[in-house]
């Protein structure tokens, strides 16, 4: 089949398109690249020797979105473009609505003009708030999200499921990822933050490397075992084994449904710590800081509808996702950035 991948060249897109493309799949990305850059796509096609269909542009532009489907034979979209840095969201929050829902809008409007009316989107844990009930399942009621972001992850939900409630043709699959991690056990793909990392495992990482001098523990006096919060870290490389497993059901059902995308284990900050120096052999500099503002103390995943209805389940521990990211830091110091182009 042929799927087209908005975002696919971000993060959590790359590693999807190379399951996709090794699982015999055609993939077509759209991408404006405000957060990520062609060379992601260039070792897609490294690591698969196969060829990606790459077009440049806006997903909220919708003239580009019709003429990739104009000229493609789509059979199902994955949705992940968008803007997800938690605090510039707060800083710039109309630039994230328009930027997130404007995507998820123009794309559906495109794809049912196309007649492609099956979707995979991209949502997170955060649509669940500050619920006091982990492990959390996909049936409890959503929450009050914390930053303009999550907004748009709980709005673009509620836009798709009304969407596919309209026509019945619909197949909409909502995909709640928890905390992904990790890389491509090449090296040669991997996250690619710019500037200071809000996100853990980025900036254990870019400690490791020396690039930042300590990681700041943010807060030991949460109700858990350790004092830390508590996260579901999931192995990028599952999580995109999951939108394969998503991408299968979409196009054999119809409605709306929901799957959260996690391991079903938590692990604190410290426990990851401790994972990260063991899983590479050295040696972390870390201190304890204050809380930051609107930090759960724990959340991870129910991840068994996932498992019964889509035969998906994540297989990578915490050791494999800090060995991974590692090797894709220390190999790729500077991210895809520094590529001497001669090469
Ligand atoms: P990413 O920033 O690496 O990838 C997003 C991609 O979308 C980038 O390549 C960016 O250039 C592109 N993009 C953004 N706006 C666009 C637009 N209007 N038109 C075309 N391309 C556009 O992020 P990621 O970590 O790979 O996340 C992918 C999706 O998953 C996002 O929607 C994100 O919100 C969601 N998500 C991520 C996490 C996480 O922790 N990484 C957790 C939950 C959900
Ligand atoms: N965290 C931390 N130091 C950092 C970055 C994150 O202690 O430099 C903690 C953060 O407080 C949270 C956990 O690591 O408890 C995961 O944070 P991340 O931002 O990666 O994910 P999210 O909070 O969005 O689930």
Redesign the pocket.
Known sequence: MRFLL????????SHTCVCLLNAGHDVVV???????CPEAIRRVEQITGRKVALYE????DESIVNHVLDREQIDAAV??????AVGESVSIPLNYYE??L??TITLCKALAKHHVKRIVF?????VYGDSKIVPMREDLPLGECTNP?GWT?WMSERILRDTAYADKDWSVVLLR?F??VGAHESGLIG??PTGIPN?LMPFICQTAAGVRPMLNIFGNDYDTPDGTCIRDYIHVMDLASGHLKALEYACEHKGTEIFNLGTGEGCSVRQMVEAFERANHLTLPHQYAPRRPGDIAQSFADPAKAQAVLGWQATHTIEDMCRDAWNWQSHNPHGYRTENPAE
């Open positions: 908005t975002g696919g060249a971000g993060y959590i897109g759209l991408d404006n690249f405000v957060n990520s542009g806006d997903c909220c949705h992940f473009a968008g803007l997800k930027n997130n404007g995507a991209s949502s997170s844990a955060t972001y992850k990822y905390n992904p996250e690619d996100n």
